[in-house]
């Protein structure tokens, strides 16, 4: 026997209530508002990052008061003219600066082939394997993956124990530049590899072998179809490359022992160390503004590569 | 395809150096753990879970690894709402400015991490919130939250509008459509959006770092402020909770909706 509760469950009331709340809140005639509606909250929250910076920029117009040890009331551009007239703001940006083409360079010369085989292969057991290889490292986290270099290339460590068992005095491997960008490109290629193997797959297989059947040898198929048609993977891997280790912390702080600073060290030192806010602020500022310039520069150069949200990504 | 020999053993010797590469801090972190000495040394002297038995005695290395756990999972349940519903509005509607919203939107990644981190501290400073750990979570998921929108744009491209159309015609009110149709063709890209949330906020440690004082701090600040000191195997034994954790989210993501989900040319 129905009873007309049963004939209208409970879960279809509560649908209607949902659906007349939700009429009632945003009627249909608002549709074509409705995706502006659902971008709000994300919108909002990253406005928290765009205050954030707005602080940043107040903050680095005020110059601290070595007497009271509290930033002056007035505003001035001191902070400033004070970093552009600092040989140690030069050395550091240079460095970093050089650190990250470098770095950028090597990763995506590696991670191409290994992207290239992952998307190719046709063993899905070898695909899995790599991609597993790929995102465990990821998943580690930067602390993690320095401390594990920090015991491979210490004095005691495993490179220096291989070494000995040929006879080789130990080498201090650690706290040089070359250590810090070893372990930059070690964070980086992870993301390398996936902003790559997108447009890699996108590339159709046939478009290789009609060249290869043309007479082209691998590396001219490679040069003139492959690297072409890759260039919106290399354009999200080089950007996501360049941009977080030019600003990266961790692998500068723990590998490069403190002697072979990031602006990022520079700018932490200045807020935990020398604690003058306005003075780290106004770094923050300049990397701020430096990693931007690089950002908007490719993009109006080569688009978004892989980078683009949405519909039109290509 | 038949590749030349020339070509094979390229990719194969470079492939070979990057697996070497990243496999390496992993593998060495996994041995040393298991030493029986006091230091880490090559070859190792042994082995033992002395030091397993020593973190787990640690309620400063257990404090912290919930902390982390409760950030991790704050930041996942801000971002899948957040996300999916921006991930859907960017890659279903025609948008005007719609670059301006990209750009916009991708500001957690253009914007350095130190800069955000300062940012960040010098808000909730001013808003008298730090101290406490949901702030920690909340930023790590404006850093991270172009990843969640790209795993849901990404499925959502993939769903035909016409089935949304479809359910409207036979009678569907739009938020009907929205769990029955959308929901489900967008899942995968919540699910694997989501699982990258959480691993990325468990191991933040940059943003955690500024934001973070001697009550609230997290286990790869506190792993990090170790390390500073001395190296001692312990450190080994706990960064192995994290080789856990990693491990655990891969084979998530395997067995929900595929590691191939990342390779889809978009």
Known sequence: MQTSKQAYPFRWRVMDAVENTASAVWPSRFSRGLPYLMLLPAALLVLLLVIGMIQIAESSAHRLDRSTFLPSEDYTGANYSQIFSTGLYWTVLWRSLLGSVVVTALCLVFAFPYSYLMVRTSSPLLRKFLLIALFLPFFIGQVVRAYGWLIILGNQGVANGLLGLVGIEPVRLLYNYPAVLFGLVQYMLPFAVLMLAPALAAIPEELESAANSLGASWWRTFTHIVLPLAKPGLVGAGLVVLTLSLTDFAMPAILGGGSQDFIANAIYDQFFRTSDQGMGAALTLILVGIGSLAVGLVFTLFGAGTLAMGRDRK | ?266
């Open chain 2, 1 to 266: 395809m038949n590749a030349p020999l020339s070509k094979t053993i390229v990719i194969w010797v470079m492939v070979g150096m990057v697996l070497i590469v990243l496999s390496a801090p992993t593998l060495v972190v996994l041995g040393a753990s298991f030493t029986s000495g006091n230091i880490i040394a090559f070859p190792p002297d042994g082995f033992s879970l002395q030091w397993y038995a020593k973190i787990a005695m640690a309620a400063d290395l257990r404090d912290a690894f919930m902390r982390s756990l409760a950030v991790a999972t704050i930041c996942t349940l801000i971002a899948i709402p957040i996300g999916t519903l921006a991930g859907i509005a960017l890659s279903k509607y025609a948008i005007r400015f719609e670059k301006t919203f990209q750009v916009y939107l991708l500001l957690p990644f253009t914007i350095p991490l130190i800069g955000s981190g300062i940012g960040l501290m010098l808000l909730f400073g001013q808003m008298g919130m730090l101290g406490q750990i949901w702030p920690i979570g909340v930023a790590c998921c404006v850093i991270n939250l172009p990843f969640m929108i790209w795993a849901v744009s990404a499925s959502a491209g993939g769903l035909d509008p016409d089935l949304e159309l479809a359910a409207a015609n036979c009678g569907a009110p739009p938020i009907s459509t929205f769990l029955h149709v959308t929901l489900p063709a967008v899942m995968p890209g919540v699910i694997s959006g989501s699982l990258l949330m959480f691993i990325l906020a468990l191991n933040e440690f940059l943003v955690s770092l500024l934001l973070t004082d001697a009550r609230t701090v997290t286990l790869p600040v506190q792993i990090y402020n170790s390390i500073r000191s001395i190296i001692t195997p312990d450190l080994a034994a706990i960064s192995v909770v994290f080789i856990a954790c990693a491990a655990l989210v891969i084979a998530l993501l395997d067995r929900l909706v595929g590691l191939d989900i990342f390779l889809k040319s978009k």
